[in-house]
């Protein structure tokens, strides 16, 4: 059974420093990875999704890599602000399960000004 | 409105009593997905549905019953609520067959008193 795992839960930068977010899953077989960012009390933002076949996604700020091989994503987000607070969500999707997302418990990320 | 919406927003409802959460999405997607966020436990599962008609059970499906006569609507109705289904509930959608993306709504925020 796949297994998502986000460490750390929680994470405190100061404003302008690179974020690194770490996403882990114990299945290589997946068809890709989507990356979501939730604010509080609101619903899941779609940031990234890398295909399998792809080692990495841009869009801005953000950078997400895909390493299937060793099992890890990362999401890399340039020069944070602390309009980048918020909670950070991977998410994987194996081949033949019909759409269905298997989520990471997510890491909270604090930009302090 | 465009995009992916569900009601009420937010409601409060004493045990016993049936509820049912409305989710409506304008994409025409194929795909449609109930979950639930709870402290603890992440975001689960409750049903999904491949297209009209098409529904099936996820991670936690008891005490909730789903339906699907219209792409567009998935309704999930909670037949005689429970004080442990006290939670945010979100609707969620894909459509493209190739990266399948899913969209979240913005949340409903239950409480069973």
């Known amino acids: 059974k796949q297994e998502v795992t986000q460490i750390p839960a929680a994470l405190s930068v100061p404003e302008g420093e690179n974020l690194v977010l770490n996403c882990s899953f114990t299945d290589s077989a997946i068809y890709n990875l989507q990356w979501f960012r939730q604010d509080p009390g609101k619903g899941l933002t779609s940031l990234l999704l890398i295909q399998s076949s792809q080692r990495e996604q841009t869009s801005g700020r953000l950078n997400a890599s895909l390493d299937k091989s060793s099992g890890r994503s990362t999401l890399y987000i340039a020069a944070s602000q602390p309009g980048d607070s918020a909670t950070y969500l991977c998410a994987v999707l194996n081949p033949d399960s019909w759409g269905k997302l298997q989520f990471g418990a997510g890491t909270q990320v604090v930009v302090t000004p | 409105d465009a995009g992916i919406t569900q009601s009420p927003r937010y409601k409060i409802t004493e045990t016993g009593r049936q509820v049912t959460l409305m989710c409506h999405q304008t994409w025409s997607h194929s795909y449609m997905f109930w979950y639930r966020q709870d402290l603890g436990h992440g975001l689960r599962l409750i049903y999904y549905?491949?297209?009209?008609?098409?529904?099936d059970k996820g991670e936690v499906p008891d005490g909730y019953v789903v339906s699907r006569s219209k792409t567009e609507n998935f309704p999930l109705t909670l037949e005689s609520a429970t004080r442990s289904q006290t939670s945010v509930y979100f609707c969620?959608?894909?459509?493209?067959?190739?990266?399948?993306?899913?969209?979240f709504g913005p949340g409903t925020r239950l409480t069973v008193t």
């Open positions: 549905s491949a297209a009209a008609d098409i529904t």
């Open positions: 969620a959608s894909s459509g493209d067959y190739s990266s399948y993306e899913q969209y």
